[in-house]
């Protein structure tokens, strides 16, 4: 148990102990002093009471032997001056008083104890006895001849023993606070020593504890050269060390978390309850929910049950099996209006340690667009081989169709024939007519010139209405031909006809029955350069027209709204063939609003403005632009 009044510094806790060392030290010297010094004090006041007692005795028989009494009385006196006697007196062999030095003689008497030595008593050797109560006293016999004369008697002063003591026992103690404050201070002197590097240690692991990033307050400074000192510049090293690994960790978490916020793919990592710890940016697009909602969440909260049930399957595999799982293809729809979307998703264990998986991450590959790509490609390829059988066919019945032309017209001029036969012969030519100009115009789509050259414009779009008139006059459609038949440019024709078809088409599958559509075509200059000359087209309608969401992405590879039968590659041919010939586009369009067909014909539409100037270079333009893609 950790003594509380104990001091928590190791210089305080030093100190402490060697003043208590001292004082445990000094109290044990003093004991054993103090007892050497009494037992000689006691002998040396012993001797010195033999010694008195012997001195008084031996004057006492001088002034008997010469016959001077008198004389004993003075000796007494003198005797009793001592410092260290209290009380000297002669006696009589029977005990009586004689001489005191002090007082009368009649005044004092034996005591008992006194008396009981007087048997005890040697003639030649004092006597030292106690008379309790810490007084001693020494006695004499006074011979004279051989006669037993008187006693001398010598009682010492005990405090001037106890003083003798007590100088010995202040000496003990002064000469033991000089040692133990010369010990303390030598002491404090190598306890700072010692606790001011330490302090300094301990500064500065609170500085790298409270603050592991500041490195304000390192390298420490090494004021001593010992192991304190090694210790201090160890710990300068391994701060530094830290430092050095924190600098690289942290560019490496850096580099990690750049990748993983910037990364194109989706990043997404489970713990074993298949809740998400992290993901990134882009998986949280994928799923449409807001990033910061996706921590503690699974995957049923997030995503369509068969896919979530699917993914969180193959990610509870992976904890199990240890194994990483790849090109998992996930599949379902979402968005307004809900479009089907393409997932690749591959999953590997992530290992805290080797033998313990902590998460499973999950990237997932967004692979919707090269799903419609291929799903275009194929139809694109469907109607290229479709356009070839077309051009095929178209081609192989020009020969009969000829025959049939020329039969018809050898019955009409050079038969004679009914009125009623001769009408007949004359609607089949007139179909036959038709027939020609289908395969015609079957032909002129497919068989595009290789270099510009110079159209007339009104023949093109006229080629493009007939080639929808069937569409146009089932939903009775009316067409606005607002165009010179003479106006010309110089172009890729075929290409140009297929920027029409393709505005012409999409504006007949946005037009309802019953409903308008404009074809426009003059002469006019760039709108944004105004000295560049070219033909200006519109083409407009009174179809459902488009959300200005819609209408921003018209023009992108593979966008389309009709999700069963378009491709999404029409407008965005389109405007390439517009850019081949430096021309401009300019789309104006309005939705329709859920209020009556007849209101929704005048309130929604769609106008495409189309510019291409009429610029005989565009042959070297094309062949640098081609020339510059090899």
């Not at 495409?608 to 510059?628: G, M, N, W």
Request: hydrophobic residues 45%.
């Amino acid at each position: 148990m950790q003594l509380r009044w104990w001091p928590r510094s190791i210089r305080w806790q030093m100190l402490a102990s060697v003043v208590l060392l001292e004082l445990l030290s000094l109290g044990l010297f003093a004991g054993v002093l103090i007892s050497r010094q009494t037992n000689e004090v006691n002998q040396r006041a012993q001797q010195r009471l033999a010694h008195q007692a012997n001195s008084l005795a031996l004057q006492a028989q001088e002034a008997l032997l010469h016959d001077r009494v008198s004389w004993i009385g003075p000796s007494v006196k003198m005797m009793g001056e001592a410092p260290s006697v209290a009380f000297a007196k002669v006696t009589d062999p029977a005990g009586n008083m004689l001489f005191v030095s002090a007082g009368e003689p009649e005044q004092h008497t034996l005591d008992l104890v006194e008396r009981a030595q007087i048997p005890r008593m040697t003639r030649d050797q004092p006597t030292v006895f106690t008379l309790g109560d810490d007084r001693w006293e020494g006695v004499k016999p006074i011979l004279v001849g051989g006669e037993l004369r008187g006693f001398a008697w010598v009682e010492s002063d005990r405090a001037w023993d106890r003083q003798e003591l007590s100088g010995i026992l202040r000496a003990t103690v002064i000469f033991g606070s000089i040692w133990i404050v010369a010990s303390g201070l030598l002491v404090w002197s190598m306890a700072r020593a010692i606790s001011g590097p330490l302090a300094t240690l301990l500064r500065g692991t609170r500085a790298l504890m409270n603050s592991p990033e500041q490195s304000g307050n390192f390298p420490l400074p090494v004021t001593v050269h010992s192991e304190i000192g090694d210790l201090i510049e160890a710990f300068n090293c391994m701060v530094a060390s830290i430092a050095e690994q924190r600098s690289g960790l942290n560019d490496t978490l850096s580099m990690l978390d750049s990748m993983l916020a910037n990364a194109p793919i989706g990043l997404a990592f489970f713990d074993r309850r298949c809740r998400i710890v992290r993901v990134n940016q882009i998986f949280a697009d994928m799923t449409g929910i807001a990033l910061n909602r996706h921590l503690g969440k699974t995957l049923p909260e997030l995503l369509p049950q068969p896919v979530a049930q699917e993914l969180e399957d193959t990610v509870q595999r992976i904890f199990s099996e240890e194994t990483p799982v790849r090109n998992l293809e996930l599949s379902g729809e979402s968005g307004k209006p809900n479009r089907p979307w393409t997932w690749l998703a591959s999953g590997y264990p992530v290992r805290t340690t080797p033998e313990h998986v902590r998460w499973v991450g999950v990237i997932v590959l967004d692979a919707s667009e090269r799903k419609r790509s291929e799903e275009a490609l194929r139809k694109t390829e469907k109607l290229a081989a479709t356009g070839r059988l077309a051009a095929s066919i178209a081609h192989e019945i020009n020969n009969p169709l000829e025959a049939i032309t020329n039969v018809l017209f050898l019955l009409r001029n050079f038969c004679e024939l009914e009125e009623r036969a001769l009408g007949y012969v004359v609607m089949a030519e007139h179909e036959a007519r038709r027939i020609s100009e289908i395969t015609q115009q079957t032909l002129r789509f497919y068989r595009q010139s290789t270099l510009p050259a110079r159209a007339n414009m009104g023949e093109l779009l006229d080629s493009v209405l007939s080639l929808y008139q069937g569409r146009l006059h089932t939903l009775n459609i009316e067409v606005e031909r607002d165009y010179d038949p003479a106006v010309d440019l110089f172009c890729f024709a075929g290409e140009v006809r297929q920027v029409f078809a393709n505005l012409v088409g999409n504006s007949i599958d946005a037009t309802s029955a019953g409903g308008r559509l404009l074809v426009r075509a003059r002469r006019s200059r760039n709108w944004k350069d105004p000295a560049q000359t070219g033909v200006r087209f519109v083409v407009a309608d009174t179809g459902s027209g488009m959300e200005k969401a819609v209408r921003e992405h018209v023009f992108e590879a593979f966008f389309t709204t009709k999700e069963v039968t378009g491709t999404g590659l029409g407008l965005w041919v389109s405007h390439e063939i517009i850019v081949k010939h430096r021309g401009l586009v300019h789309v104006r369009s309005r939705a329709a609003s859920h209020k009556s067909v007849a209101a929704r014909e005048k309130s929604s539409g769609t106008v495409f403005q189309i510019f291409l100037p009429d610029d005989p270079k565009l042959t070297a333009a094309v062949r640098q632009a081609v020339a510059a893609a090899v």
